[in-house]
Nanobody, 129 residues
Framework: QVQLLESGGGSVQAGGSLRLSCADS????????MGWFRQAPGKEREGVAY????????AYADSVKGRFTISRDNAKKTLYLQMNSLRPEDTAMYYC??????????????????????WGQGTQVTVSS
């Protein structure tokens, strides 16, 4: 059963924008740390942006700070990643993740996600120069 479903990926030229969406069908009633991760071919998966659903606090990797914005529509149970000023090095498969066991103070690092994390199937983003 797919609990997190990403969409919105595609191909754009450098400098362009994309907005990724992650539909959250989990039934959890507690707050969660949600995040966007990406993995390029031959590279390790890296955390890009994080949001704690209980208060809306956010955190970003240095590589995307000022260009990407993470947000969530609680009514629609959808997580977003607005990506502006895209660069070729942003090319990767982007994944949505959620973990109710990661607390607010720790919702800022990829290492906080682990065996209790739910993952989406990913959406491809390709940025050409």
């Amino acid at each position: 059963q797919v609990q997190l479903l990403e969409s919105g990926g595609g191909s754009v030229q450098a400098g362009g924008s994309l907005r990724l969406s992650c539909a959250d069908s989990r039934t959890t009633l507690v707050s969660s740390c949600m995040g966007w991760f990406r993995q390029a071919p031959g590279k390790e998966r890296e955390g890009v942006a994080y949001l704690y659903t209980g208060g809306g606090t956010t955190a970003y990797a240095d590589s995307v700070k000022g260009r990407f914005t993470i947000s969530r529509d609680n009514a629609k149970k959808t997580l977003y990643l607005q990506m502006n000023s895209l660069r070729p090095e942003d090319t990767a498969m982007y994944y949505c993740a959620a973990d109710p066991r990661v607390l607010s103070y720790n919702c800022n690092s990829a290492s906080a996600f682990g065996t209790t994390t739910s993952w989406g199937q990913g959406t491809q983003v390709t940025v050409s120069s």
